[in-house]
């Protein structure tokens, strides 16, 4: 398995501001996910982090609004960008090892 | 590609009962089929996951059965605990390709 913390836990911000998520695990994997959930809802997969590669973002999602880095093989971090109150969700970091995938606690995200 | 849908999306037993969660999927090359428990305020937590290459799958008071053949899985929990109450999500996916997972069922265990 994996422990895969998250920063901040919590955050509320006020709109047109961006924020960055981190996501940190407690050992080095290839590919980390990040997830956004919107409340009372399923997981969307937002995009795809591979160390040394550009990210693979899912339909709907863009780089300008969603920019992440994954500088190691133990680090990432999610930007939200220009955000709007439509933006409030939960953002989840996830990783695959061993063909299981684990995530992080979340970071709930409220706009305002 | 890949639909799973999940039923039912909430469902209330009294403890001690059993519970029974249920999922299909349309992708016939998937081959993974992971449950995870969610907490309020928590991250999923991976909880049983079963292989297209096994029918049944136990760990104490959870099992995950698969019909490959129709196309379902489904998530057991005996003797349910009041702290079995969460929000339970079944994914699907074919080896090389993104999760897929459920609308999610919330559990609630009635004292």
């Known amino acids: 398995s994996a422990v895969i913390s998250q920063k901040p836990s919590r955050d509320i911000c006020q709109r047109g501001t961006s924020l960055t998520i981190q996501c940190q695990v407690d050992s080095q994997v290839t590919m980390m996910f990040w997830y956004r959930q919107q409340p009372g809802q399923s997981l969307t997969l937002i995009a795809t982090?591979?160390?040394?590669?550009?990210?693979?973002?899912e339909s709907g999602f863009v780089i300008d609004k969603f920019p992440i880095s994954r500088p190691n093989l133990t680090f990432s971090t999610l930007t939200v960008s220009n955000m709007s109150p439509e933006d409030s969700s939960i953002y989840l970091c996830?990783?695959?090892?061993?063909?299981?995938?684990?995530f992080g606690p979340g970071t709930r995200l409220t706009v305002t | 590609g890949e639909n799973v849908e999940q039923h039912p999306s909430t469902l209330s037993v009294q403890e001690g009962d059993s519970a029974v969660i249920k999922c299909t999927y349309s992708d016939s090359a998937s081959n993974y089929f992971p449950w995870y428990k969610q907490e309020l305020g928590k991250g999923p937590q991976l909880i049983i996951d079963?292989?297209?290459?096994?029918g049944e799958k136990k760990d104490q008071r959870i099992a995950v059965t698969l019909n490959k053949t129709a196309k379902h899985f489904s998530l057991h929990i005996t003797e349910t605990q009041p702290e079995d109450s969460a929000v339970y999500f079944c994914a699907a996916i074919n080896y090389g390709q993104n999760f897929v997972f459920g609308p999610g069922t919330r559990l609630s265990v009635l004292p």
């Open positions: 079963i292989r297209s290459n096994v």
């Open positions: 996830s990783v695959e090892t061993s063909g299981a995938q684990y």
């Open positions: 982090a591979n160390q040394g590669s550009e990210a693979t973002y």
